[in-house]
C-alpha cells in the first residue's frame, strides 16, 4: 500500500469501527448506519496529504489511534498504560500545547502521556530504539577502542503453533537463567567487558510466537569459546524439556559484529522499527529472526482487516505488558567501565515529548477540545497543521468545530475537573 493510498484509508478510522460495531450490535441494516457528513473527513483528508510529513511517523501515529480502537474493542483493562498513549493528559498539566517546529515538518503536543513500551508501542517503541541504537553504537566503539571484539549471539528455542506467548515466556526465563549461573558463563564473564541484551518476539503462521534473546558481547580477543556457550544452551533446553534435533541445528547462532552498524541493529531488531534494523543488520541476521513482529501484525490488522493478526497482537501486547518486558538491556557495570553516565534512562523518559528551545507555542487546547480531536482520530493532522501556524490550527478546529486555540491554560482548572478521570492519566 502507498503513502497516498494508506493515509485517506486511516482517515476516520475510527468512526467506522463506531458505527460497524454498533449497526452489528443492534442487528440493524448497513444503510441505517451510514455516516452523516462529517467535517473532519472534509478538512483533514486534503491537509494531510498536501503537507506529507515522513510516512513513518504518519503511519505510527495512525497505528497508535488504531491500536486504541483495539483495546476499546477488546474491553482491555483501563489500567493498561499503552491504552492511554498519546491520548491522556498529563496529571499536572490543564490541556495541551499545540507547539510549531521551524526544523520539521510537523509541529509537537505538549502534556500529553506517553506509555514508554519499547517492543509493542507504533510511537514509543521507533523512538526508544532511535535513542537506545546510538548508546549502543557508542559503546561498541569505545569497547572496540578498549580492545575488546564485539559478538552477536542469538538464542531460541523450538516451539509450536497453539502454544502460549506467556508460557514460552516463562521457559525462555528459565533458560536464561541456567545458563547464566552456569561455571562456564562465570568463566567466560572473567574475560568480558559486558553485553547488551535485546528481546525480540515475532511471530509466524506455521510456528505461532517465537520469543527469542540476542546478546551483543564484548571479550577480549581469542577467549570467547562459541562451542561451550552452545553447548550451555542446549543443555538449559534439555533441563526445560526443549531439546530437538532442530534446536541443536538452529537454536544457537554466533557471528561477529565488525562495525557500528551492526552495533545498532541488536536496538533496533528487538523493537518495531523492523524494516530499518533488518537493512542495517542483514548481514549478521539469522534465520532465527524472521517472522512478523508487533508492528507488523498491527499493520497486517489495519490495512488487511486481517482479524487473525488483530487477535494475536492484542494477546502479545497483554503478555508483553504484564511481563513488563523490555526491548533492550544492559548488564551490570558495562555503562561504568565504558564511561557512559551510569544512571540509565527509562523508556518512559526516552518515549517523552520534549521540548526544545526552537519550538513555537502557538496556544492550548481544553480537554474538551482534545476530547474532539481524538474523537476524531486526527492528533497527527493537528500537528501538521501546526506548521502552518495558529491561524492555520484555528482554522483546522473550526473545520470540526472544536473552537479556537487557548492563551491561558490556567483558565482550564474549569474543564479538568469534569474531565479528570476521562482524559487524565
Ligand atoms: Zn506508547
Excluded at 467535517?39 to 486534503?46: I, R
Excluded at 507504533?122 to 572496540?144: D, G, N, Q, S, T
Amino acid at each position: 500500500m502507498t503513502q497516498a493510498e494508506f493515509l485517506p484509508a486511516c482517515v476516520g478510522f475510527g468512526r467506522r469501527f463506531e458505527r460497524a460495531g454498533s449497526a452489528e450490535g443492534r442487528g440493524a441494516p448497513a444503510a441505517e448506519a451510514a455516516p452523516l457528513g462529517n467535517n473532519a473527513d472534509l478538512v483533514a483528508a486534503p491537509d494531510i496529504l498536501a503537507l506529507l510529513p515522513p510516512c513513518g511517523t504518519v503511519t505510527a501515529w495512525m497505528m497508535r489511534a488504531y491500536a486504541r480502537e483495539i483495546f476499546t474493542r477488546g474491553c482491555v483493562t483501563p489500567r493498561l498504560r499503552m491504552r492511554w498513549c498519546g491520548s491522556k493528559i498529563s496529571k499536572r498539566e490543564f490541556g495541551v500545547e499545540v507547539y510549531r517546529r521551524p526544523t520539521l515538518s510537523y509541529g509537537r503536543l505538549g502534556g500529553v502521556c506517553v506509555c514508554g513500551q519499547s517492543l509493542c508501542c507504533p510511537v514509543c517503541a521507533p523512538r526508544i530504539a532511535a535513542f537506545r541504537a546510538a548508546e549502543v553504537a557508542e559503546c561498541f566503539k569505545r569497547a572496540a577502542s578498549m580492545g575488546y571484539e564485539a559478538r552477536l549471539v542469538t538464542f531460541t528455542m523450538p516451539h509450536s503453533l497453539g502454544e502460549n506467548l506467556d508460557v514460552l515466556l516463562e521457559l525462555q526465563r528459565r533458560a536464561w537463567a541456567i545458563v547464566a549461573h552456569s561455571r562456564s558463563a562465570s568463566k567466560r564473564r572473567r574475560y568480558s567487558l559486558g553485553y547488551h541484551l535485546g528481546n525480540e518476539i515475532t511471530w509466524g503462521n506455521s510456528n505461532g510466537w517465537h520469543p527469542h534473546k540476542h546478546q551483543l558481547r564484548y571479550d577480549k580477543p581469542g577467549t570467547y569459546c562459541a562451542e561451550s556457550d552452545r553447548a550451555d544452551w542446549l543443555s538449559a533446553l534439555d533441563n526445560i524439556g526443549r531439546k530437538t534435533a532442530g534446536a541443536e541445528r538452529r537454536a544457537f547462532d554466533c557471528g561477529t559484529v565488525g562495525d557500528e552498524a551492526g552495533a545498532r541493529y541488536v536496538a533496533k531488531l528487538a523493537t518495531s522499527v523492523e524494516a530499518q534494523g533488518r537493512a542495517v543488520g542483514s548481514e549478521i541476521a539469522s534465520a532465527a529472526t524472521k517472522g512478523r513482529n508487533f508492528n507488523s501484525l498491527l499493520r497486517s490488522s489495519f490495512a488487511d482487516r486481517d482479524h487473525g493478526a488483530t487477535s494475536t497482537w492484542l494477546e502479545g501486547v497483554l503478555v508483553v505488558t504484564s511481563a513488563k518486558l523490555a526491548s533492550v538491556r544492559w548488564s551490570r557495570g558495562l555503562r561504568s567501565v565504558v564511561g557512559l553516565s551510569v544512571e540509565e534512562p527509562s523508556d518512559e523518559a526516552v518515549a517523552a515529548e520534549t521540548v526544545t528551545e526552537q519550538d513555537q507555542l502557538l496556544g492550548c487546547l481544553t480537554p474538551m477540545q482534545w476530547a474532539g480531536i481524538l474523537r476524531h482520530s486526527v492528533e497527527f493532522h493537528l500537528c501538521c497543521a501546526a506548521q502552518n501556524g495558529r491561524s492555520a490550527v484555528n482554522s483546522f478546529l473550526s473545520g470540526l468545530e472544536l473552537g479556537q486555540l487557548c492563551d491561558d491554560p490556567a483558565s482550564f482548572h474549569v474543564y479538568a475537573g469534569r474531565w479528570d478521570k476521562k482524559l487524565k492519566c
